[in-house]
């Protein structure tokens, strides 16, 4: 699985940042994304939703965010 980590930045670079690694990304590939900005609970899922992503799992753990997502499109 491909891990993009996004840890230490803030808000709007963690979601720059996925979009443009994402692009890179075949269809059908699910990769873990690792942050610490809580921006990103809100805004990842959002854009997920318009980009043909889906959000297998977003869980906060201690000092990070981690979702799974995959490339549907």
């Known amino acids: 699985m491909t891990v993009i980590d996004l840890r230490g ?3 709007p670079e963690p979601l720059l ?3 443009e690694q ?7 590939t699910e990769l873990e ?3 610490t900005d809580p921006g990103t609970l809100v805004d990842i899922p959002m ?3 318009r980009a043909g992503i889906e959000v297998i799992e977003c ?3 201690e000092e990070q ?3 799974v997502l995959k490339k549907l499109r």
């Open 59 to 61: 869980r906060k753990e």
């Open 47 to 49: 854009w997920a939703e």
């Open 17 to 19: 940042r996925l979009i």
């Open 65 to 67: 965010i981690r979702f």
């Open 22 to 28: 994402i692009r890179k990304i075949e269809a059908g």
């Open 9 to 11: 930045l803030t808000c």
């Open 33 to 35: 994304v690792l942050t």
